[in-house]
């Protein structure tokens, strides 16, 4: 007896519906199209990317205050004593 593999992952995914306006989904089915993929797949990326993204970690986190000055004067922090 011969025994074949493919080497396929199989993930468990449940099936669920999703109501759109005609135009979104237009829209969504001619940039599955561009971009070589389903519109399934590009909604479980939109979900992960925006909803199930994880929270921002680091020295930007960290920081809760208000603005002291403007992005484009970032240098001016090493002008004061």
Known sequence: MT????????????KTQVYLPKEE???LRKAATRSGRSVAE?????IRKVILKAPASGPVAIW??????????HDTVHDEP
């Open 25 to 27: 989904l237009d829209a």
């Open 64 to 73: 809760d205050g208000e603005p002291r000055r403007p992005s484009i004067e």
């Open 42 to 46: 590009l909604v479980r990326e939109a």
């Open 3 to 14: 025994y074949v593999s493919y080497g396929i992952n199989v993930t468990y995914m449940e």
